[in-house]
């Protein structure tokens, strides 16, 4: 006879997990993926955050802009000392009374010149503070890859995860199907059933089989992804084994505003703003005068071989004083550049408004979709109950003779198919707080890019 109990007792799912669950772990101010309490996860994302390429390449990027030669990153930057020398030799002829002078001479210089140019103006602090808003902007461009990366490598992980648990539920359905096949075939052995009832079970067992293959190459497919992310080669077989998604935990604290400051996007857009308006600012103090002074003292004879004599210590010249230079007239060229740079500057004003603007609506979307998402995962549990409920009635009838196989065979695919989108809205439920997260930025640490320098 076929059993209620021994047919239901395999369709059991681990609940979903709702956000307002005890925490799995509390959240940790090294990053927010630890709040998952998975050592798999926060494994994974320091091996990213170890060998991505992508990263990589950013720190090397803001390591060429903090060596550039042309920053002056000193107040001694300005000031040059140069040896210089030369040895000519040349004909001159003159007039002296009444007849022409004319003689063969050379000429031997060895001077040491040391200048100092004295920034009246305050350009070089402009362009110092230029060159560090920039390295700001690339740092926190960085630091929002960074960030995004953490973020792809923690989806990846848990639909990987996700994926797995669909094989696992499939492979436990095929297994429930073939058992309830075989339970019909007695029937039917027993002529207490048509052989239609066994083809239908049938049937149902065959399409449940027919999803893994599809399943299994998702699963490969994120497999690869994942080790893209991570930057390593051949690091597929390398991966955790882990088949069970952690619970979800409590939800972050939301303060939009202080959140929305400490995002790396829009501090980067601030420090491209900042960035022009010092350039903007060394572009004006190019109309004040500049002064250089110099010092300059050496050797020089007409005997180049007094070189290699004591006697030409006493031939030397020096001189020190100061020189100004003051362009008044270059044809509108530094007017144009100014205006040019404050154009840029308010450019990049509304940039950065905006990028505050899409940051709010970032966060109102990603709380919105978990809401949601926990509320569709809410309303799966509730019409699990009632297609558990309809599946017992649907067999018990169908033992008592008071109803046809058709009913229980929908009745399984149902329960089927809602043990598919539960476990797919845990999923979705996890994918949706890490774009939280994401969005969020909250208690990100920003030392990716610099190494905690």
């Known amino acids: 006879m076929l059993r209620t109990a021994a047919f239901l007792a395999a369709l059991a799912l681990p609940s979903v997990a709702r956000a307002d669950d005890p925490p799995a772990a509390a959240e940790n101010a090294s990053g927010w993926w630890t709040s998952f309490g998975s050592a798999s996860l926060s494994a994974l994302v320091e091996r990213a955050l170890a060998a991505n390429l992508g990263l990589e390449e950013r720190r090397l990027r803001l390591r060429e802009a903090r060596l550039d030669p042309a920053v002056p990153r000193s107040l001694l ?25 004319s003689g063969t001479f050379a000429l031997a210089d060895l001077v040491a010149a040391a200048t100092y140019d004295l920034d009246l103006a305050g350009r070089r602090a402009a362009l110092r503070g230029a060159a560090d808003q920039r390295e700001a902007a690339l740092r926190e461009s960085g630091e929002a890859f960074t960030l995004a990366l953490t973020a792809e490598v923690a989806a990846t992980w848990f639909a990987l995860v996700e994926t797995r648990s669909q094989l696992e539920l499939l492979r436990r359905q095929i297994a429930n199907g073939s058992s309830l096949e075989n339970l019909v075939q007695a029937r039917v052995d027993s002529q207490l059933a048509s052989r239609l009832d066994l083809l239908q079970q049938r049937v149902q067992v065959a399409e449940t089989r ?51 400051a400490r995002r790396p996007d829009v501090k980067e857009a601030q420090a491209k703003v900042a960035e022009v308006e010092q350039r903007a600012r060394a572009q004006v103090a190019t ?155 909250g208690n990100w640490t920003p030392q990716a890019i610099t190494g905690g320098q």
Do not use: C
């Open 77 to 101: 930057w300005p000031a040059h000392l140069d040896i210089e020398g030369s040895l000519s030799r040349f004909r001159e002829q003159f007039a002296s009374e009444d007849q022409n002078v």
């Open 210 to 260: 027919a999803l893994v293959p599809q399943v299994e190459g998702r699963q490969r497919h994120l497999e690869n992804r994942l080790t893209a992310l991570l930057g390593e080669d051949q690091a597929r077989g390398d991966l955790p084994t882990d088949t069970a998604l952690p619970a979800l935990p409590r939800r972050p604290v939301i303060d939009a505003a202080s959140l929305i």
């Open 287 to 441: 109309w004040v005068p500049t002064l250089q002074l110099f010092a300059r003292g050496g050797l020089r004879t007409y005997q180049p071989v007094e070189f290699l004599h004591s006697n030409i210590w006493g031939a030397g010249i020096w001189g020190f004083g100061a020189q100004m230079s003051w362009p008044l007239f270059d044809g509108g060229q530094r007017g144009i550049e100014v205006s040019r740079l404050e154009t840029e500057a308010q450019r990049l004003r509304i940039q950065s408004a905006r990028v505050m603007r899409e940051a709010a609506r970032e966060i109102d979307d990603a709380v919105v979709a978990e809401e949601k998402t926990s509320a569709f995962a809410g309303e799966l549990q509730a019409e699990m109950a009632t297609a558990r409920s309809a599946l017992e009635e649907a067999t018990a009838r169908y033992q008592r003779g008071l109803g046809d196989y058709t009913t229980v065979v929908t009745a399984v695919r149902i329960v089927a198919n809602l043990e598919r989108a539960r476990l797919a809205a845990q999923g979705q439920l996890l994918g949706a707080r890490v774009r939280l997260h994401e969005v969020l930025a």
